[in-house]
């Protein structure tokens, strides 16, 4: 595979396609889809996701975190492919090209697309750069909640009804709890080198029985949401078509109380990220049904 494929890693982009599906069917939901301000927001989720992916590799690599001892997959800058400088210019053009994104998302949605834009932006080179990086101090999953989740359900939904459906909220949840999950399973994996390297995740504060237990509970949340949006009547019962993945996810929590190598960690997190791409697919058919 080429050292750029391998940088921007893109078996974990789904992550940045779900939400933008999801976030696009609440809008056409309420009778606002716009074909281009969704791809416009599907684009600079990519963007920002490419990004955070580049910078991570770089930052990790400078704070020792990633060293031969390392049990995922191969990183660029610390197998020697690419360089830092290389990296980082990748990195910031990827940034810079999502900011350009957002020029025309603010546009037209206006000033909260800036504000919510220049806060993804700083977060996706705060995730593991600058002074205080957030994936360092146990905030590494809180940062893909909030967003590859809620902001991007709800942002993808406000930039084309130019409001926030109710719904939206409700509907970034089990989004967010299975883009969360994908998280749990490389920092339960890293623990023994990332705490070597003084890189505080969940999994380091608390341990991987807790970030297992997290896993189980994130698959959890993500099913219980559809199920009572059905319940309230928010959604007729085609808004249960992401219950048809349960095996799958019943699957990968069994494999996920197992896992005990880098291989099946790293096979883990691809199904993951597999399972929140289909939940995301069927969960928008069914929003739209």
């Known amino acids: 595979m080429s050292p750029w494929l391998l940088a921007i890693r893109p078996a974990t982009l789904t992550a940045a396609i779900a939400p933008i599906l999801v976030g696009s069917a609440v809008a056409a939901r309420a009778g606002e889809l716009r074909l281009l301000p969704a791809l416009a927001a599907l684009s600079g989720a990519l963007l920002l996701q490419i990004g955070a992916n580049l910078a991570n590799d770089a930052d990790d690599f400078e704070r020792g975190a990633d060293t031969d001892a390392r049990q995922g997959p191969t ?4 197998s020697g492919l690419l360089s830092v400088a290389q990296v980082r210019a990748a990195q910031w053009t990827a940034l810079a090209l ?3 994104v957002g020029c025309y998302l603010i546009a037209v949605a206006g ?7 220049l806060a993804a932006i700083t977060a996706a080179w705060a995730y593991t750069g600058g002074p205080w990086p957030l994936g360092y ?16 359900v709800v942002g993808s939904a406000y930039v084309q009804a130019g409001a926030v459906p109710p719904l939206a909220w409700s509907a970034a949840l089990p989004v967010g709890a299975l883009v969360t999950a994908i998280m749990v399973v490389n920092n339960t994996r890293d623990a023994a080198t990332d705490r070597g390297a003084g890189k505080r995740t969940l999994a380091v504060r608390f341990g991987t029985a807790a970030t297992r237990a997290l896993y189980l509970l994130l698959l959890a949340c993500a099913y219980a949401v559809p199920t009572a949006l059905w319940w309230r009547g928010a959604l007729s019962p085609w808004g249960l078509l992401p219950l048809l993945t349960l095996p799958l996810a019943a699957a990968l929590a069994v494999r996920m109380t197992q896992a005990a190598d880098g291989q099946a960690f790293n096979a883990l997190l691809v199904a993951t990220a597999r399972l929140h791409l289909v939940f995301g697919v069927l969960f928008a058919a069914g929003l739209l049904a």
């Not at 990183?75 to 610390?78: A, G, I, L």
């Not at 000033?111 to 834009?117: E, K, S, T």
């Open 75 to 78: 990183r660029v800058t610390q």
């Open 111 to 117: 000033w909260p697309i800036a504000v919510l834009g």
């Open 137 to 152: 101090h146990g905030l590494g999953e809180v940062f893909v909640f909030l967003f590859f989740g809620l902001a991007a």
């Open 98 to 100: 999502a900011a350009l």
